[in-house]
């Protein structure tokens, strides 16, 4: 989705999805307002906050939406994808379970969203070394396999969180850019 406005020149709809406590409200509090929380926080319904960035000198307002997306929330689904140009797709990497669901997770969001969608596969909790139960090599290999972008991120000491959303918002407007005569 793309909008216009005196404050901004897009306006990008991102969705943050995963299996719950994997850390999408932190890495959404993280990147919107550099803040953390150790208490898990159920995310009732929809919820979004947005952050404006520089790219290529174009001012871009990132509106990433964050759901539990726990089945009593299914009749939600599909305004919770409509209009997203791209998704975070967050598992934890002390969790193998929430690495197993991605798969799931994937064939959702193909089925609710635009073809062009851009994804981000995203091992949230990457400060836990000694719990690591999905090692780096396997998580890429999936990810060149289903064609995503892929990177490791700790929301709790803020390591590459920026980058994470900021090479999915870079690469949107790389790709929509394409299109803009
Ligand atoms: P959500 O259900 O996917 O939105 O997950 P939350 O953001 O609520 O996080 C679930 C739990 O994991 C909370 O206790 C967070 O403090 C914790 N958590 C989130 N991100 C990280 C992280 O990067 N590292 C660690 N160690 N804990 C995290």
Not at 56 to 68: F, L, R
Not at 96 to 112: G, I, K, P, Q
Not at 118 to 136: F, Q, Y
Request: charged content about 25%; overall charge negative; some cysteine.
């Amino acid at each position: 989705m793309q909008g216009h406005c005196d404050e901004y020149d897009y306006l990008y709809k991102v969705v943050l999805i995963g299996d719950s406590g994997v850390g999408k409200s932190n890495l959404l509090s993280r990147f919107t307002q550099n803040e953390f929380s150790l208490e898990s926080r159920s995310t009732i319904g929809i919820e979004f906050a947005t952050r404006t960035v520089d790219i290529s000198g174009k001012t871009v307002k990132a509106q990433i939406w964050d759901t539990a997306g726990q089945e009593r929330y299914r009749a939600i689904t599909t305004a919770f994808y409509r209009g997203a140009v791209g998704a975070l797709l967050v598992y934890d990497i002390s969790r193998h379970n929430t690495f197993d669901n991605v798969s799931r997770w994937l064939a959702e969001l193909r089925d609710n969203s635009d073809p062009n969608v851009l994804i981000i596969l995203v091992g949230n909790k990457s400060d836990l070394r000694h719990l690591r139960a999905v090692s780096t090599e396997e998580a890429m290999a999936f990810a060149e396999k289903n064609n995503i972008m892929f990177i490791e991120t700790s929301a709790l000491d803020a390591s590459n969180v920026d980058d994470a959303f900021m090479l999915l918002l870079t690469e949107t407007y790389k790709t929509l850019s394409t299109f803009t005569p």
